[in-house]
């Protein structure tokens, strides 16, 4: 089923160009991008149902504008159609006041080549199975309320069970001299979370679904919940892990972790602009064992953050960043590699159009190999297999890692023992840990239902994965 | 829009809610101290409620959607009908939405946002930087904002606010060391002598790192947070005395009993404020149209109060509704002198610290932290710290001296005995 694009956006089109056309005549270089974001979230628990808009959902427009070697951004979301005129006259004289406050300060500027684009048009309406609309709403907050109902009574000991679902419908247009681009595309997320009790504690567990798909990722959900209430549970007889170093399997949710937190954010090439990065210096240099291959792209996965353009009107791309264990490219943002006389790699994204866009990752994924998971089992003498994320931090100066796992399953001579460790912090050192990479597994996974964030704020999708993994690292 | 909205609600749905809140913002981006990009923006956001009731008046379904500037009426007509059509199928247990007071209270702003993103551009450009420690990227972000909240009873508040943030990256090299800092700093308006001030501890703080050693692998160990790491340990009794978490059975928390078996000499005082001096949170109102007025929650180590939203404040029926921003605790009796009595770890950097509310689990990678031996502190990176606030809370210590940082006004410390120390020495 075709994902037809906004009425909204087609409506304004030509409007947006005409305020295009106006702030040209005050500026060497006028882009705009034009957002309708659109989504439904349905939660349901067992004392508590809620039915909202999807939390990023948005509507508005950024103005990008470029004199004298600076770049100046406007956002908006009143666009009176009637005095478009006006409109270009308010944003004129918006950004004049903060241009004068630079100038009578004498900050200095950061002096940027302007952007010198290709010609371009671009339509595109993408697909999924099941459009939410044709979903009743008491289908989808029935459905969630069985899964949520049956996890509540799976066992005494669970106070909470929620089913969560957001369906997402992401329009976006962008207007420049040159290009004039527009697409249409859906992302869903979901999740089980179970809540378990005892005496004195509280266990959590957690599944997430995800994909460039619509309302049939429904169909994902129908039977995990046992799983996850049994995960909650087993928790209660998880022991603290001994700090040191083992070897370890990941699990591909885990590998997609690293491949994001330990070392994505490490080629983010905005950060190379302001030497924060390590990576800058390892070009072309092994960082990681040669069965390693890394990527990322809007086109590299079908997931929550896959597009035809970004936030700044580049095309989406599939950037190899490690080939063979040796790192070979950052991903960039338009103006970053305007700064580093780079390819932009269609990785600028913004939160939303009220926020700056900076160099994310969209796609991240370990590339397979041959391995079979049951080998890499039989292969450990003492080790864990690593699985479940909570949570991870980047560091790009340093390349250190700190991923927060869920549990991981205890090894020895080759076999699965029953006993479980968690929760688990890994940290390290990030080449150390990819260099000890020995066995890949030869299916990837992908993980799209989380969220991205720069330092702690600028949120955005991101997806990320790969295969099993087995490697040595250091847990606590 | 706002009237025409409410003609149509007034028709069709049981109840409703708007808060429609207009933000103007200024947000200026550096990399060393040139400009990379300067914004502004210029955004309303309107947010609807509506509320649906069962017929026999025992549920209350609601949904809440954004309802964008310039829809026609035929648009907000079907909006609404979708919302009232979504509402039917969210039973909750009913609840009261906010009546008015019998006074409405307002502010004005009184300062310019453009020149407080200025003061804060020059305090930053104007720290002392050394030739081991400098500022390598900042962005400054102040938003003002005008809020009106309206509901089906006759709440119609409006007031102002004034927030501003910047975000800093602080460098050190010292041979061939280099590591970076990572702060975000929250605020009203532009103090110039705390950001400085606080500035200038966090060059320090890279200078220190530059030096660090590997942390030891102290096994069980006594552990002290401070500043946002202790704020994110001390969220657990903001959490637990939530009327959300008493009602989804996450907290035990009652008014009249001690919150936990505590040992030691000092025990958790709480309370919620309004207003808090120059807090980024400062608002009259809360989202339900509640007006905020101070609240003791817990007094030594016993409940008193409980706090949240309208909705489960009333499902657990023992509060008066406010969802509040800002949060005061007690200094306990933990000074320097008896802090220096034993060895101890004062973790001041993590890659990321977490401590999860429900379960009380917390972790983090050690960035930064000073291990004190019995006589000198000696600055110590890599490594991990874990444990679970639930276990460890009863023997918890609190410094004497309170310190603010943005909305909360904590101890200046907090230490807990027997955290599990992960080195990498």
Redesign the interface.
């Known amino acids: 089923m075709k994902v037809k694009y906004s009425d909204y956006l087609e409506l304004m089109d030509d409007k947006i160009e005409s305020l295009r056309f106006l702030l040209d005549q005050h500026f060497e270089y006028t882009s705009i991008l034009a957002t309708d974001v659109s989504g439904s979230s349905y939660r349901v628990?067992s004392?508590?149902?809620?039915?909202?808009?999807y939390q990023f959902?948005e509507?508005?427009f950024v103005v990008r504008v470029y004199q004298n070697g600076?770049?100046?951004?406007?956002?908006?979301?009143?666009?009176?159609?009637d005095d478009i005129n006006g409109l270009a006259l308010n944003i004129v004289d918006?950004?004049k006041?903060?241009?004068d406050?630079?100038k009578e300060?004498s900050?200095?500027?950061?002096t940027t080549p302007m952007i010198n684009e290709e010609e371009r048009q671009l339509f595109v309406e993408r697909e999924v199975e099941k459009l939410p609309d044709e979903q009743g709403?008491?289908q989808i907050?029935n459905f969630l309320t069985n899964i949520s109902d049956h996890g509540i009574k799976a066992d005494k000991r669970i106070?909470?069970c929620q089913a969560a679902v957001n369906m997402v419908h992401v329009n976006k247009a962008y207007f420049s001299k040159q290009k004039h681009l527009r697409q249409s595309y859906m992302f869903s997320e979901a999740n089980i979370v179970a809540?378990a009790?005892n005496d004195?504690?509280?266990?959590?567990a957690y599944k997430g679904y995800s994909g460039a798909i619509g309302a049939e990722i429904m169909d994902q959900m129908q039977n995990d919940v046992e799983t996850v209430v049994k995960e909650a549970i087993a928790l209660f007889d998880a022991s603290?892990v001994e700090?040191g170093e083992y070897q370890v399997i990941c699990t591909p949710e885990v590998a997609g972790l690293i491949a994001h937190e330990a070392f994505g954010h490490g080629v983010e090439m905005d950060m190379f602009?302001?030497?924060?990065s390590l990576a800058k210096h390892y070009m072309g240099k092994q960082v990681a064992s040669e069965l390693v291959d890394m990527h990322d792209g809007a086109l590299c996965a079908e997931n929550t953050s896959s597009y035809s353009f970004d936030d700044e009107g580049v095309i989406a791309n599939d950037t190899t960043i490690i080939d063979k264990g040796i790192l070979v490219s950052g991903i960039c943002d338009l103006?970053s590699a305007l700064r580093l006389q780079h390819q932009p790699t269609g990785n600028g994204k913004r939160q939303s159009f009220?926020r700056?866009a900076y160099t994310r990752m969209t796609n991240t994924i370990f590339s397979a190999k041959n391995d079979k998971l049951d080998d890499m089992v039989a292969s450990i003498k003492f080790g864990y297999l690593l699985d479940g994320m909570?949570?991870?931090?980047e560091?790009p100066?340093?390349w250190?890692?700190?991923c927060?796992l869920a549990k991981g399953h205890e090894i020895k001579d080759g076999k699965l023992t029953g006993k479980i460790i968690a929760?688990v912090?890994m940290?390290g050192y990030v080449p150390d840990l990819l260099k000890s990479i020995d066995m890949v597994g030869g299916e990837v996974a992908v993980f799209g239902s989380g969220y991205c964030g720069k330092?702690?704020?600028e949120y955005v999708k991101a997806a990320d994965g790969g295969p099993y993994l087995r490697a040595k690292a250091?847990l606590? | 829009m706002s009237d025409r909205l409410i003609e149509l609600l007034k028709v069709k749905a049981d109840g409703y809610k708007i808060i429609n809140t207009t933000t103007r913002a200024h947000e200026f981006f550096f990399i060393k101290h040139k400009l990379d990009m300067n914004r502004y923006k210029d955004v309303e956001h309107t947010l609807l409620t509506v509320y649906k009731k069962d017929k026999e008046g025992k549920y209350l379904g609601s949904t809440t959607r954004e309802i964008h500037p310039y829809l026609k009426n035929e648009e907000l007509e079907m909006i609404i009908d979708q919302m009232v059509y979504s509402a039917q199928f969210v039973k909750n247990p009913y609840y009261e939405l906010v009546k008015p007071e019998d006074k409405n209270i307002s502010d004005q702003l009184k300062v310019d946002p453009l020149e407080v993103a200025k003061d804060i551009i020059m305090t930053i450009q104007a720290t002392k930087e050394t030739p081991i420690t400098n500022i390598n990227s900042y962005e400054v972000f102040v938003n003002e904002k005008i809020i009106n909240i309206k509901n089906s009873l006759g709440v119609d508040v409006t007031y102002h606010t004034l927030d501003s943030q910047a975000e800093i990256i602080v460098n050190a090299k010292l041979d061939d060391q280099e590591i970076e800092i990572y702060r975000n700093y929250t605020f009203g308006t532009c103090d110039k002598e705390y950001l400085s001030q606080q500035l200038h501890n966090t060059l320090q703080i890279g200078i220190d790192r530059s030096k660090a050693v590997p942390t030891n692998n102290l096994k069980q160990f006594r552990v002290v947070f401070t500043d946002h790491n202790a704020i994110k340990l001390l969220n657990y009794f903001i959490d637990m005395t939530n009327v959300s978490s008493i009602y989804m059975k996450i907290s035990d928390y009652q008014k009249g009993e001690t919150i936990a078996e505590f040992t030691g000499n000092d025990r958790i005082g709480l309370s919620a404020k309004a207003k808090l001096f120059n807090s980024s949170k400062n608002h009259l109102y809360d989202e339900d149209g509640n007006l905020l007025c101070d609240r003791e929650l817990i007094s030594d180590g016993v409940g008193v109060d409980y706090w949240g939203n309208q909705q489960f404040s009333q499902y657990v029926g023992k509060s008066k509704a406010s969802n509040f921003k800002n949060f005061v605790f007690a200094g306990g009796s933990f000074d320097q002198l008896e802090l220096k009595r034993s060895p101890y770890l004062k973790a001041v950097e993590f890659s990321d610290f977490q401590c999860d509310s429900a379960t009380g689990n917390f972790a983090g990678e050690i960035r930064l932290a000073y291990y004190f031996d019995g006589d000198k502190e000696i600055p110590v990176t890599g490594g991990s710290i874990s444990g679970n606030i639930r276990q460890l809370q009863k023997q918890m210590r609190l410094a004497k001296d309170l310190k603010q940082i943005d909305n909360y006004l904590i101890p200046e410390y907090v230490v807990l005995d027997d955290v599990v120390v992960s080195g990498i020495n």
């Open positions: 628990a004392r508590q149902k809620s039915i909202s808009d959902s509507r508005g600076l770049y100046s951004e406007y956002s908006f979301n009143h666009f009176d159609v918006k950004l006041k903060q241009l406050m630079i300060n900050f200095v500027i950061l709403i008491d907050v106070i909470e809540l009790k004195s504690d509280i266990k959590m603290p700090p602009v302001k030497e924060r103006l009220e700056k909570q949570s991870g931090m560091d100066k340093n250190g890692i700190q927060i929760p912090i940290t330092g702690y704020k250091r606590g």
